[in-house]
Nanobody, 114 residues
């Protein structure tokens, strides 16, 4: 099983980034996929999740209207489009797959400068 995140980096406040998480080794289309983040000294928090079929999506209040989660069940990839980024969005972003088991990626750093 592998979840490989990419797309993180350094961006100025107000900018955009698109994170990707490529999955392999399990039946991707059966799993709820989520993005979490963890800032230094803080607990890991749920940013957004998407149902297995991609119909249902949920967002943390702090990112509603700015972030969009999507998935491609042919490419076995989940995305997080992040717009209007703020310094408080700075964190390591993790991809999670959950159904019968829970799998985590290694994380990708997002840094938003003011």
């Amino acid at each position: 099983v592998q979840l490989v995140e990419s797309g993180g980096g350094l961006v100025q406040s107000g900018g955009s980034l698109r994170l990707s998480c490529a999955a392999s080794g399990f039946t991707f289309s059966s799993y709820v996929m989520s993005w979490y983040r963890q800032a230094p000294g803080k607990e890991r928090e749920l940013v957004a999740d998407i149902s297995s079929g991609g119909v249902s999506k949920n967002y943390a209040d702090s990112v509603k209207g700015r972030f969009t989660i999507s998935r491609d069940n042919v490419k076995n990839t989940v995305y997080l489009q992040m717009n209007s980024l703020k310094p408080e969005d700075t964190a390591v972003y993790y991809c999670n797959a959950k159904w019968r088991r829970s799998y985590w990626g290694q994380g990708t750093q997002v840094t938003v400068s003011s």
